[in-house]
């Protein structure tokens, strides 16, 4: 990834300059900086080994993946202490700050309000310009919280589910159409069909045709 420097101490400079970056490219700053500058961002960024990446812009595919589990979570968990975000609190691993797609939080009350401690569930869709990043970086910081039990992985051009376990090992298993997915974090199980709903690419279309019932003309009666 290429990276550039930007040494000032006026957060409205910062937010501006990392608005002009695509996700590719990182500007290097102190945390400090970073937490500072992102309060007058109008751009979500990312702060990772001493660099902050401004988050690209989602498909309506992309939107509509988040949105369906983001859901189902949230109807499932209402009431309960656990709330669900969706890619608007930042989650912590040390000195780097990420913003999942969909998030299940188990904070308390007196917890930080930028950004979470105890996830237990985390949501990424997949791009093709963050697919590398999501399973990798992202990848190894996720798996090494303490609170974290289940990190779950989205395509969004096909239908693929993808779910990392601490009680597997952070071994993924993968999930299709026809299939039940269950997250062990907050025991609830969705099927494929439902995380996609609406979801607009070939093989949602190739399995709502596949459900279309056959039209069948009916008999015509002849009177004699």
């Not at 989602?58 to 988040?66: L, T």
């Not at 000195?95 to 299940?104: E, I, R």
């Not at 997949?126 to 974290?148: A, G, H, V």
Request: hydrophobic share 35%.
């Amino acid at each position: 990834m290429n990276s550039v420097f930007i040494q000032t101490d006026q957060p409205e400079k910062l937010a501006m300059a990392l608005q002009l970056k695509s996700k590719s490219e990182g500007i290097c700053m102190t945390e400090e900086q970073y937490l500072t500058s992102e309060l007058a961002s109008e751009v979500k960024r990312e702060y990772i080994d001493g660099q902050a990446y401004a988050m690209s812009g989602a498909s309506d595919n992309h939107g509509r993946i988040a949105a369906n589990i983001a859901r189902e979570l949230g109807n499932h968990l209402k009431g309960a202490p656990c709330e669900v975000f969706i890619a608007d609190l930042k989650v912590r691993f040390g000195k780097d700050y990420l913003y999942p797609d969909v998030m299940v939080d188990c904070r308390d009350g007196a917890a930080e309000s930028y950004f979470a401690q105890s996830p237990v569930l985390i949501v990424e869709v997949l791009s093709d310009s963050t697919r590398r990043f999501d399973l990798t970086k992202k990848l190894i910081r996720y798996i090494n919280i303490p609170s974290l039990k289940e990190y779950v992985v989205l395509e969004q051009n096909i239908v693929s589910v993808q779910v990392f376990r601490k009680s597997n090992h952070w071994r993924p298993d993968y999930y299709f159409l026809g299939d039940t997915v269950t997250f062990e974090s907050i025991g609830l199980t969705l099927s494929v069909e439902d995380i996609y709903d609406r979801v607009d690419n070939k093989d949602m279309c190739a399995f709502k045709t596949q459900k279309e019932p056959i039209e069948q003309n009916d008999p015509v009666e002849h009177s004699d």
